[in-house]
């Protein structure tokens, strides 16, 4: 992020009430978004004022009303008003959320004179952001086309995600509880602006393979994502994509792979383009620490049975019933057909190195940052009143593209005081294996 001069206004809440939260006043419909470059792109004004062509970009912290390279910054707590599209390609002007009084930077957010997002052969300009301080004390749900050519894409507005995190894994939605990490205070033109966690972590496994006959480094590749709706292609670091050669011997040497580069609201980063066929989201886990690919293994494990003689046991000693059996966050398995574009950028970039830093020593090291093209198969709630994120396939008869793997409770709920914690597990693993369906596993897998 550009380091921005800045004059501050009396009363600015980031001084006084860092943690405040924004009252609610959404729209039940949705709300039709533009993404031809990869981001998220809509309206949004102070009412009844100009309607600026705005980035909704999860992974920023500030929202940013754009006043030009020779504006006077300030901070405010104006009314900001979001607009969607008519129609697909339409301006927009239909007002869809009112968010009361959230605090809003004024200034340039970008080092040229006009700020763009996208690619070079495709840039979006775009005059204001809308961060996650804006949207506090909302749920916001993204629902990406896998087609954008031919579908809308649609975000939604919403108070919160009813339902506890039980009610919402026997619904069979993948729960991954408190993945807002991050905060601080940011140096703004030598002034300090403390910002709530609202980085969105994401635990990946890529190219994860849970066959039990082989051993645990031969599982997949553990990565930490965090999640940006302000590009299209994911970012990888080149670390993590030398790991992902070790496992995956016919991925290509970086050096022979084409030039690309992508334009963040910060600026262009430069990389080299290639794929990567399948990932596994997968939640963390305080109860019971594993790195994303254990997770997505003991999730195929613990479905089936309780650990037995001869099994590679991913429980631990204090979990219940001696280390048999075990709880396991949820995990979203996601397979297209095209994989998913990825861009190898340099390990020292400043924009993961910034994350790094930010995120220490709460979370491992950031490998990359996730972009909506990895989430167009998915269905994603980031519901900060109830610090969680919660996804569904969009196409659930499509399992082969998308399967989510609800979580398994480390105490699954009994169903009278007269149920035996046998009676409990075997109930709990058939609600959760209904979700899974009959998914037709890899040779060697464990079945489900």
């Known amino acids: 992020m550009k380091l921005w001069p800045l004059a501050l206004l009396t009363g600015c809440s980031y001084f006084t009430d860092s943690f405040a939260v924004d009252r609610f006043s959404g729209d039940p419909f949705p709300t039709t978004v533009e993404t031809s470059s990869g981001a998220l792109v809509l309206g949004m004004g102070i009412p009844d004022k ?139 033109g030598g002034t300090e602006v403390p910002f709530n966690p609202s980085r969105v972590t994401i635990d990946v496994c890529l190219a994860p393979d849970p066959d039990p006959a082989i051993s645990q480094s031969q599982r997949g590749v553990d990565a930490l994502f965090v999640a940006s709706t302000a590009i299209g292609i994911s970012l990888l670091d080149r670390s993590a994509y030398a790991r992902y050669r070790l496992l995956v011997t016919t991925a290509p040497d970086p050096d022979t792979l ?120 998915v269905e994603v709630d980031l519901d900060q009143p109830n610090n969680r994120m919660l996804m569904r396939c969009q196409n659930v008869a499509d399992k082969s593209t998308c399967a989510v793997r609800p979580e398994i409770l480390n105490e699954p709920p009994k169903k009278s005081f007269l149920s035996s914690d046998a009676q409990s597990e075997a109930d709990h693993r058939k609600q959760i294996a209904g979700c899974i369906g009959p998914i037709t596993p890899p040779p060697g897998t464990i079945n489900h």
């Open 258 to 377: 084409p030039d690309d580069s992508v334009l963040l609201p910060s600026g262009p980063i430069t990389g080299k383009r290639t794929n990567i066929a399948t990932l596994d989201f997968t939640g963390q886990s305080t109860s019971n620490p594993r790195s994303p690919c254990r997770q997505a293994y003991a999730s195929r494990l613990m479905i089936e049975h309780n650990c037995r003689l001869g099994d590679d046991c991913p429980c631990i000693t204090t979990d219940r019933d001696n280390g048999t059996y075990c709880g396991v966050p949820a995990i979203v398995e996601l397979a297209p057909p095209a994989g998913f574009d990825v861009l190898i950028i340099d390990d020292n970039d400043p924009t993961l190195q910034a994350l790094r830093t930010e995120l220490r020593p709460d979370q491992p090291e950031v490998d990359g940052i996730l972009g909506t093209s990895a989430l167009r198969y």
């Open 50 to 188: 100009t309607i600026h062509t705005a980035v909704l970009d999860v992974m920023s912290p500030f929202t940013v009303i754009d006043v030009g390279t020779n504006g006077i910054e300030l901070i405010g707590q104006p009314d900001i008003e979001l607009y969607g599209e008519r129609a697909i390609g339409a301006p927009f002007d239909l007002p869809r959320a009112r968010i009361y009084q959230p605090d809003v930077l004024s200034l340039h957010p970008c080092d040229t004179d006009a700020c763009v997002v996208g690619t070079p052969a495709a840039p979006r300009e775009f005059d204001a952001i809308v961060g996650m301080n804006a949207l506090a004390g909302d749920a916001l749900r993204l629902h990406l086309a896998t087609d954008p050519s031919t579908t809308a894409d649609l975000i939604y507005m919403l108070p919160s995600i009813a339902g506890s995190e039980p009610s919402r894994t026997y619904s069979c939605d993948g729960v991954f509880p408190a993945p807002y990490r991050g905060g601080g205070q940011a140096i703004i």
